[in-house]
């Protein structure tokens, strides 16, 4: 009977064991990477004519170490019109940079945990783009240390000021 309930307890013990390994293993991954890109004040839909228009991000690593972000940017296909400017036409691609606070070009960045970086994307419209288009362009920060990607979604509205 003693030997029974012994291998109970040992074999309860083993079980208990795996599953703390298995929660601090979880638990680890989930704090280790991940990150937070926001525009700031939410305004994340402008337009821009021939002087181009900025945005203003911040990215927060939300993570419980040290991460090396990779910036990039991709113009989106998909339409961002809005209610108040409607257009089937296809989007434009326009000139996109990811500034720093000293408006040097980012493409990597390193942040300690719970650091915020101020982040400026500069959006210029190229001679020739045709007006009353939209560019849909996603800012990502992916985390080098894991597949984590923190993005944010700018809506560019490209007028026709000679209409006003």
Known sequence: MLNALNGTALDRFKILSFLFFLF???????????????????RN????????TQ???SLVNTSSKSQTYQISTVELKESCAT??????????????????KNDS?????TLAKGETAALKVQVN?????PFNRWSCIEVQAQAKSCNSVASAMLR?????????
Do not use: M, W
């Open 125 to 129: 419209v190229p001679a020739g783009t």
């Open 55 to 57: 945005f203003s991000l």
């Open 83 to 100: 209610d108040h400017y409607k257009s089937t036409a296809p989007n434009v691609n326009l000139n996109i940079s990811v500034l720093q």
């Open 24 to 42: 601090s293993v979880s638990y680890g991954f989930s704090q280790s990477c991940g990150g937070d890109l926001t525009v700031d004040k939410g």
């Open 105 to 109: 070009q980012v493409k990597e960045i």
């Open 45 to 52: 839909v402008r337009s821009a004519d021939e002087d181009g």
């Open 156 to 164: 560019v509205f490209v007028p026709d000021n000679s209409e006003e």
